[in-house]
């Protein structure tokens, strides 16, 4: 399943695809077009930002509940990226 949101760049206008896992407050990562640095916040007064932060935490939300229903042996294997910062807790 796609595991990835398109973000909007506030400057270029250009879009782009980033991990849902990635995209939670306090992240941030440059266009690859025009190489501004993006901040990633719910509370972003970017109307871009604030959707695809939305939509990161709808694929995440479903991630989750896919990874719980069936487990598939990969998901389970690729541990590094899990324990480094958890997701979502809050949610
Ligand atoms: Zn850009």
């Known amino acids: 399943m796609d595991d990835s949101v398109q973000v909007k760049c506030t400057r270029c206008k250009s879009a782009f695809r980033e991990r849902a896992r990635r995209l939670q407050n306090g992240y941030s990562r440059q266009c690859p077009t025009c190489e501004v640095v993006l901040f990633f916040d719910e509370d972003s007064s970017d109307a ?12 995440r939300k479903e991630l989750r509940e896919a990874e719980a229903e069936f487990r598939p042996r990969m ?15 809050a949610a």
């Open 48 to 59: 871009n930002i604030k959707s695809a932060m939305r939509r990161a935490r709808r694929v």
């Open 75 to 89: 998901i389970s294997r690729r541990g590094s990226a899990r324990h480094a910062t958890d997701d979502d807790s």
